[in-house]
């Protein structure tokens, strides 16, 4: 076999440079392929959300870590609008012209080691991330934090020639540089990796309003059912994800088939308890904003046929709008209060509601704030007293809120408050019960927690079922201000 030359040698080793480099610099060509162990089949979720940019402008991934919420959906679909490069399975939103947009993270720092890097890879290997090398026109560097970039500009393939034609622009944005770094011009396609605060949001959702621009958020819920998720999922209920123009998708761990049953197990482990719904599921329920950060799966239990010598009561909060009992059953062997099951309705008048949180045992009795929806501490006793006179066996709870919360939050966190799986409604009020920016309870949809809180304070004023319950006493008639 005959020697290569050394201009031949020359010439090979450049073919194979250039091989590597086009595949090292088109990165964005190997996601979701058609077959293999990786096969866009397997990720149902990305889809969807990828789909739903076609008639929402507004879209949420309450995600989980590691299933690639920041690469492989955010800067994956950035990157298809400002190239222009859609794949031939493409469902979503399309531009056919170049964008204005932008990407923003928490701050400078992540900024730069997460989004920037997975858009443009590492600096001296610009082009080795999502987006394609031979398409970045320009790169500005930032100031401040070393290695930064604050503008790409990006050929489109409906740009012109890329010497000549209009690129797309990127800027790269923190949300510590302020809500006030977000006003300005209109941009077509916006994303928020990592949750905004919301003045942030807002000023972002300002942006894409009047050109029917895209804004996507991309985040892990560990903020509970902030202000921001509330914003797209106001009743914290996933069924109702999708609303005018806003849509919500949530992603586990379950749906990303690159993580191994082996890795998910590690990272279990590594996680604290109160942040593994939030870090595996995506499910927004604990962190800073949520009063209680316990996981659902610490204290839901099946219903189940419970002992007729455990002690049993009721705790009740009253208000026009919504009236509602929370039953307990306590095992004073175990030191536990199981919630089993509850009444709420509204607009009604208290007869009404007092044949309705009798129907489960007239022996049983309740625990209620006279205060806790009066206009004064006179029409909450008022309440109180036409309750009583129309049969309800009530005494007076212990209405501390601060106290009474620590109290549920001890014995939620301790495994000594269990919560029959069939409450749906206490659930969803406590998937929605949280704090506002100043650490205030949110006084909304809270009628089921606020009843917990009576019911926990009397425990000890719980009784068994009786072995022979006494006839009912017909009550005198009340006309009361409720009529």
């Given at each position: 076999m005959a020697e290569l030359t050394i201009q031949e040698v020359r010439e090979k080793l450049l073919i194979h440079a250039e091989i590597e480099r086009r595949r090292t610099h088109n990165k964005i060509r190997t996601y979701f392929p058609e077959k293999g162990p990786l096969r866009r089949e397997l990720y149902p979720k990305h889809m969807e959300f990828f789909r739903a940019g076609r008639e929402y402008r507004e879209r949420l991934l309450l995600a989980a870590n590691r299933i690639g919420k920041t690469e492989s959906v955010g800067c994956y679909e950035l990157s298809l609008h400002l190239t222009g490069q859609y794949p031939e399975w493409w469902e979503g939103r399309r531009f056919d012209r170049p964008i204005r947009a932008w990407a923003c993270g928490d701050t400078g720092a992540t900024v730069r080691e997460i989004i920037q890097a997975k858009l443009l890879g590492p600096p001296g290997a610009w082009g080795t991330g999502v987006i394609p090398g031979d398409s970045i026109k320009r790169v500005v560097r930032g100031a401040g934090v070393a290695d930064t970039v604050s503008v790409v500009y990006v050929d489109h393939v409906n740009g012109g020639r890329p010497s000549r034609g209009i690129s797309s622009q990127l800027v790269l944005k923190s949300y510590e540089q302020g809500s006030t770094s977000a006003q300005g011009t209109e941009q077509d396609v916006i994303l928020l990796d990592e949750e905004p605060p919301l003045a942030y949001y807002t000023e972002c959702l300002m942006r894409t309003m009047t050109n029917n621009g895209i804004l996507m958020l991309t985040f892990t819920p560990l903020l509970g059912m902030s202000e921001v998720v509330l914003q797209l999922l106001p009743t914290g209920k996933l069924e109702d994800a999708a609303r005018g123009t806003k849509y919500v998708v949530m992603a586990t761990w379950d749906d990303a088939p690159h993580l191994s049953k082996e890795a998910k197990a590690e990272y279990w482990k590594s996680i604290?308890?109160?942040?593994?719904?939030?870090?595996?599921?995506?499910?927004?329920?604990?962190?800073?904003?949520?009063?209680?950060?316990?996981?659902?799966?610490?204290?839901?239990?099946?219903?189940?046929?419970?002992?007729?010598?455990?002690?049993?009561?009721?705790?009740?909060?009253?208000?026009?709008?919504?009236?509602?009992?929370?039953?307990?059953?306590?095992?004073?062997?175990?030191?536990?209060?199981?919630?089993?099951?509850?009444?709420?309705?509204?607009?009604?008048?208290?007869?009404?509601?007092?044949?309705?949180?009798?129907?489960?045992?007239?022996?049983?009795?309740?625990?209620?704030?006279?205060?806790?929806?009066?206009?004064?501490?006179?029409?909450?006793?008022?309440?109180?007293?036409?309750?009583?006179?129309?049969?309800?066996?009530?005494?007076?709870?212990?209405?501390?809120?601060?106290?009474?919360?620590?109290?549920?939050?001890?014995?939620?966190?301790?495994?000594?408050?269990?919560?029959?799986?069939?409450?749906?409604?206490?659930?969803?009020?406590?998937r929605l019960y949280r704090r506002d920016e100043k650490g205030k309870v949110v006084k909304e949809n809270d009628h089921y927690m606020d009843a917990t809180r009576y019911l926990d304070s009397r425990i000890a004023m719980m009784i068994p079922k009786p072995t022979s319950i006494p006839k009912p006493q017909r009550s005198r008639q009340l006309v009361t201000a409720w009529s």
């Open positions: 604290p308890p109160f942040q593994r719904e939030p870090r595996s599921k995506g499910i927004p329920q604990l962190g800073a904003g949520a009063i209680y950060p316990v996981s659902e799966a610490d204290f839901l239990v099946d219903p189940f046929a419970v002992p007729d010598h455990w002690p049993a009561g009721y705790g009740m909060d009253v208000g026009w709008n919504s009236t509602a009992a929370v039953y307990g059953r306590y095992d004073r062997e175990n030191d536990v209060l199981y919630l089993t099951h509850g009444y709420k309705s509204g607009h009604t008048e208290p007869a009404v509601h007092v044949a309705g949180i009798k129907a489960p045992g007239p022996w049983m009795p309740g625990f209620i704030d006279p205060a806790s929806r009066g206009r004064n501490q006179n029409d909450g006793s008022q309440l109180f007293n036409d309750y009583r006179l129309l049969g309800l066996n009530l005494s007076l709870a212990d209405n501390g809120v601060e106290s009474g919360i620590y109290s549920v939050w001890n014995r939620l966190s301790t495994g000594r408050m269990k919560v029959f799986r069939s409450m749906t409604g206490w659930l969803a009020e406590f």
